[in-house]
Nanobody, 130 residues
Framework: QVQLVESGGGSVQSGGSLTLSCATS???????????MAWFRQAPGEEREGVVV???????TYADAVKGRFTISQDGNKKTLYLQMNSLKPEDTAIYYC?????????????????????WGQGTQVTVSS
């Protein structure tokens, strides 16, 4: 079955950097596979929000709050998803989750909606102190 395992979370000071990884298994991505792979986050008492998504064509969509600071990437065989986070702020503190869906969403504006995703990792905590 599809499994997603996040790692790389931790505690950093404001302005610092972290790189999250999401190791995937249970599915194979070929040239014809349609998918969205995304990072979400959830702060205490808040709803889960989309951070960034990448689709099978390599098209990325970032939430406004992280544009210019976060970068999504994949390894060559599309089995590991990364999130490079720079210039971290206290408001970035949250549990970060990776998620995947097949096929990719019909409308790009849906790609950062949590309810569009079925497969989720267990999350990794990111804490940014001021």
């Amino acid at each position: 079955q599809v499994q997603l395992v996040e790692s790389g979370g931790g505690s950093v000071q404001s302005g610092g950097s972290l790189t999250l990884s999401c190791a995937t298994s249970g599915f194979t991505v070929s040239s014809g596979t349609s998918y969205d792979m995304a990072w979400f986050r959830q702060a205490p008492g808040e709803e889960r929000e989309g951070v960034v998504v990448i689709d099978n064509d390599g098209v990325t969509t970032y939430a406004d709050a992280v544009k210019g600071r976060f970068t999504i990437s994949q390894d060559g065989n599309k089995k590991t998803l990364y999130l490079q986070m720079n210039s971290l702020k206290p408001e970035d503190t949250a549990i970060y989750y990776c998620a995947v869906r097949f096929p990719k969403v019909l409308r790009p504006e849906w790609a950062l909606r949590a309810d569009e995703y079925v497969f989720w990792g267990q999350g990794t905590q990111v804490t940014v102190s001021s």
